[in-house]
C-alpha cells in the first residue's frame, strides 16, 4: 500500500516498524506503518493535521505509553529487538531512543541541573568532574555551550524560546541517545531560531538516527535524506527527500507538496 | 413601625413606580413612532423603582439604629423619669425593663419604678415610628418624582441603572471589608487597654503563664502573663506534631490521587477525602479526647512512663494532623496537577521513571503551591480550638515531651472570656491580647501562602 521508492541504497536500519496499528480507544490513528529508519539520516515525517505522524514517532520510544487510551498493534524493531515486546524496560529504551517536544520543555532548574538531570538518573557520570564534562559536551554539541557558559546556574526556563529548544536538545543528547526523535522542534520559533535548531540537526545527523515531524515542507527538504510522508494513518510514500519532493510517485503526495490541500 | 412593614412598603412602592415608569417609557414611543430610545423601557422602570426603594430601605436601616435613641431620650426627658435612680446600672435595668412592656416583648414589670415609664415609652416609640414612616414616605416620594420627571426618549437610563447596581455591589463588599477591619481596630482597643496593666514585655517574653481573675485588678502582677508556653503549646501542638503528620500523609496521598490513583480511584477518594475538611472540629475533639488521648496513655503506660496525664499535646496534635490532611492534600493536588504535562513527558523521555519523574521533577515545580498549602494549613492549624479544648488541657507548660498537658492560645482565649471575670481586669484582657497576636501571626502566614501562590502561577501561564 505504501509506495517505497526502489533507489533507494542499502543502509543498515536503525529501527524497523512493520504493520503497525494504533488506537486511541476505539479510533485508529495509525494504519498498518511500515518503514524503516535508517542509521546516521535525518528522517522527516510530513502530512497534514491529524495525519497520525506525531502519533507513530511518540510509539517510536513507547511515549504512547502515557495516554491511558492508547494501544499499539503491530512490530517495531530497534536494532531487530521488539521494543513492544513484554519484558521490554521502557527505561532503558527511552534512555536509548530521546526526544524532544513540540514546545521547549526545560525543568524549573537550572541549566546545569537540565543537562545533569539524564546522566544522574541513568548513572553515567562517576563525580563531579566527570558530570561537569558530561554538560559542557552537550551543550557544545547542541551549539548552546557559548551563550550559557557564564550562567549555567540561572534557570533554563529563563532563557529564549529558541535557546530553550536546543537546552532539550543538549538534554537530550546528554543521555547519548542511539536515535533522536523531534515532535515538530521549531513550530513554537522564530525564523532565526529555527535557522539555528536546523543547523544544528545538520551537525548531529552524522551521530544519530533523527526523526523529525515538521509541518514545514521547506524544513523536511532543508533538514532530511529521507521523507514519509503521512495521510490519514497510513504512509503513502516514503523515498529520499530530493525525490518526494522533486519526483513524487503519488498522485496526493504531489498535491500535497504542491500546497493543494493540508 | 417594623422593619419589615417598611420593607414591604418599599417593595410596594419600587413596583408601581417601575410600571409608572414603564408605561411612561413606552408612551414616548406612541408619541413619536419611530424615535430612538436611548434605553429600553425596562430600564426606565428599574431607574425609576431604585430610586424609590433605595433612598427608602437606607433611610430605613438609618432609623432602627437612630431611633431606639431617640426615644430614649424622650422619655428620660419626661416628668416619670425624674424619679429614676442616678446610678447608671439600675437605671439601665429599669429604663429596659419598661422598653419589653412598652413594645410588647414581656407582659409585666418587676420593678413598679419602671411601670411608671412604660406610658412615656409607648408613646415615644408611636412618635418616632410615625415620623419614620413620614420621613421615608417623603424620600420614595422624592426620589420616584425626581427620577421620573427625568425620564425622556434619550435618557440612557441603562447606564444609570448599571452605575446603581455597581455602587450597590461595592457597598456590599465593603461591607465585609469594614467588618473585618472594625474587628480588627476593636481587638487593638481591647489589646491597648491590656498593655496598659501589663508590660508588653512580659506578656511576650515571659515563661509564667498564671492569670488570676480574682485578683486586684488595679495592680496586677506582670509575671504571672507571661504567653511564652502559650505560643509554646500552639507552635508544638499545631505547627509541629500536626505537620509531622499532615504534611508527609498529605503529599503523599496528593501524589497517588495525581499520579498512580486509576480515575475510577481518584472519582471516589477524592472527595471522600474532601469530605474530612467538613467534618466539624467538635467531632474530631470528641475522637481526640475520648479515643485517641487514653490509648496513647496507655501505650506510655505499657512503655513504663510513669503517671502519663490522660490528656497530651501528641492527642491532639495527631487528630489535628488528620483534620488538616485535606488541605495539604487538596493544594499539593491541584498544585502538581498544574504542572504543564510537557515537564512529566520531558522527563519520563529521557528514561527517567514515574518516581524519578514525581520526585525530581513534578514536585520541584509543584513546590511553591505545596508550601503555600502548608502555610494555610498550620494557619488553621494554630487558630484551631475545639480539638485542643478537648484533648490537651488549659494547662500552660513549657514543655517538650509531647505526652504532657499542654495548652494554646486560642484555648486560653476560651478560658479566660468564659469565666466570671469582669472586662476591666488584665485575665479577662489577655484574651484580647492573645487573639491580636494570633490573628497577626495566621495574617502573616496566609499573606506570604498567598505570594508565593502568586509567584508559582506566573511561572507557567
Known amino acids: 500500500m505504501t509506495v517505497i521508492h526502489d533507489n533507494l541504497e542499502a543502509t543498515e536500519a536503525k529501527m524497523r516498524a512493520r504493520d503497525v496499528n494504533v488506537y486511541y480507544g476505539d479510533k485508529q490513528a495509525i494504519d498498518s506503518v511500515s518503514i524503516d529508519i535508517p542509521q546516521k539520516y535525518v528522517t522527516a515525517f510530513i502530512g497534514p493535521s491529524g495525519c497520525g505522524k506525531s502519533t507513530f514517532l511518540r510509539s517510536l520510544n513507547r511515549m504512547n505509553d502515557t495516554i491511558a487510551s492508547a494501544r499499539v498493534e503491530g ?13 521490554m524496560d521502557v527505561v532503558q529504551l527511552r534512555a536509548r531512543v530521546g526526544m524532544v517536544f513540540q514546545k521547549p520543555n526545560p525543568f524549573p532548574k537550572s541549566i546545569y541541573d537540565n543537562i ?26 547542541a551549539g548552546l555551550w557559548n551563550e550559557v557558559k557564564d550562567r549555567l546556574a540561572d534557570s533554563g526556563t529563563a532563557l529564549s524560546g529558541g535557546q530553550q529548544q536546543r537546552l532539550c536538545i543538549a538534554r537530550a543528547i546528554a543521555v547519548d541517545p542511539e536515535v533522536i526523535l523531534m515532535d515538530e522542534p521549531c513550530s513554537a520559533l522564530d525564523p532565526i531560531a529555527t535557522a539555528k535548531i536546523e543547523e544544528l540537526i545538520d551537525d548531529l545527523a552524522g551521530r544519530y538516527a533523527i526523526v523529525i515531524v515538521t509541518h514545514s515542507m521547506q524544513q523536511a527538504a532543508r533538514v532530511s535524506q529521507r521523507t514519509a510522508f503521512f495521510h490519514l494513518g497510513k504512509v503513502v510514500e516514503y523515498g529520499r527527500t530530493s525525490d518526494i519532493f522533486t519526483n513524487p510517485l503519488e498522485e496526493r503526495t504531489k498535491d500535497y507538496i504542491t500546497g493543494r490541500y493540508g | 413601625m417594623s422593619p419589615a412593614i417598611l420593607f414591604l412598603l418599599a417593595l410596594g412602592l419600587a413596583l408601581a413606580g417601575w410600571l409608572a415608569a414603564r408605561a411612561r417609557a413606552w408612551s414616548f414611543r406612541t408619541a413619536e413612532p419611530g424615535v ?12 425609576v423603582a431604585l430610586w424609590i426603594a433605595l433612598p427608602m430601605l437606607l433611610f430605613g436601616v438609618l432609623w432602627t439604629i437612630l431611633a431606639p435613641n431617640l426615644v430614649n431620650q424622650a422619655v428620660l426627658a419626661s416628668p416619670e423619669a425624674a424619679s429614676l435612680p442616678a446610678f447608671g446600672f439600675q437605671r439601665d435595668t429599669i429604663l429596659s425593663e419598661a422598653r419589653n412592656v412598652a413594645s410588647g416583648a414581656s407582659s409585666a414589670v418587676f420593678n413598679p419604678k419602671a411601670q411608671a ?20 414616605l417623603v424620600l420614595a416620594f422624592l426620589g420616584g418624582a425626581w427620577s421620573f420627571l427625568k425620564l425622556k426618549p434619550d435618557f440612557r437610563a441603562r447606564t444609570r441603572v448599571e452605575r446603581i447596581v455597581m455602587a450597590i455591589l461595592l457597598l456590599a463588599s465593603l461591607i465585609a471589608v469594614l467588618t473585618t477591619i472594625g474587628i480588627v481596630v476593636s481587638l487593638v482597643f481591647e489589646t491597648i487597654r491590656f498593655f496598659g496593666m501589663v508590660n508588653p514585655l512580659d506578656f511576650l517574653f515571659g515563661l509564667h503563664w498564671g492569670p488570676d481573675p480574682m485578683s486586684s485588678a488595679e495592680n496586677p502582677d506582670s509575671s504571672r502573663y507571661g504567653a511564652v508556653p502559650l505560643f509554646w503549646g500552639t507552635i508544638f501542638i499545631g505547627a509541629i506534631i500536626a505537620m509531622i503528620v499532615a504534611i508527609p500523609l498529605g503529599l503523599m496521598s496528593a501524589i497517588y490521587l495525581t499520579q498512580y490513583a486509576a480515575p475510577s480511584m481518584r472519582r471516589w477518594v477524592k472527595p471522600a477525602l474532601e469530605i474530612l475538611a467538613g467534618v466539624p472540629t467538635v467531632v474530631y475533639g470528641y475522637f481526640a479526647a475520648l479515643t485517641i488521648a487514653p490509648s496513647i496513655r496507655d501505650i506510655a503506660l505499657f512503655f513504663g512512663a510513669s503517671n502519663p496525664s490522660s490528656e497530651s499535646a501528641l492527642a491532639a496534635g495527631l487528630v489535628m494532623g488528620v483534620m488538616i490532611i485535606p488541605f495539604v492534600s487538596s493544594m499539593a493536588d491541584d498544585s502538581i496537577a498544574a504542572v504543564p504535562s510537557a515537564m512529566r513527558d520531558g522527563s519520563l523521555a529521557m528514561g527517567a521513571t514515574k518516581s524519578e519523574t514525581i520526585r525530581k521533577v513534578l514536585v520541584p515545580a509543584a513546590l511553591p503551591g505545596i508550601v503555600a498549602g502548608v502555610m494555610l494549613a498550620v494557619s488553621r492549624a494554630i487558630g484551631e480550638t475545639m480539638i485542643v479544648v478537648m484533648a490537651a488541657s488549659t494547662a500552660a507548660n513549657l514543655s517538650a515531651n509531647p505526652l504532657e498537658a499542654m495548652t494554646t492560645v486560642t484555648v486560653q482565649i476560651v478560658a479566660m ?10 485575665a479577662t484582657l489577655s484574651a484580647f491580647a492573645l487573639g491580636f497576636v494570633l490573628f497577626l501571626v495566621t495574617l502573616a502566614l496566609n499573606f506570604i501562602a498567598l505570594r508565593v501562590v502568586k509567584r508559582f502561577r506566573e511561572a507557567y501561564d
Request: hydrophobic residues 40%.
Open chain 2, 117 to 136: 415609664l412604660v406610658e412615656p415609652f409607648r408613646e415615644a416609640m408611636t412618635r418616632y415610628a410615625w415620623i419614620g414612616i413620614a420621613v421615608s
Open chain 2, 417 to 426: 472570656l468564659t469565666g466570671e471575670g469582669s472586662f476591666d481586669h488584665p
Open chain 1, 116 to 141: 545533569a538531570y539524564g546522566p544522574k538518573i541513568h548513572g553515567f557520570a562517576e563525580d563531579k568532574d566527570d558530570l561537569d564534562a558530561i554538560v559542557e559536551r552537550s551543550l557544545v554539541r
Open chain 2, 36 to 47: 430612538r430610545m436611548a434605553a429600553r423601557p425596562t430600564y426606565h422602570a428599574w431607574y
Open chain 1, 75 to 87: 512490530t517495531i524493531e530497534l536494532d531487530g529487538e521488539d521494543i513492544y515486546k513484554s519484558g
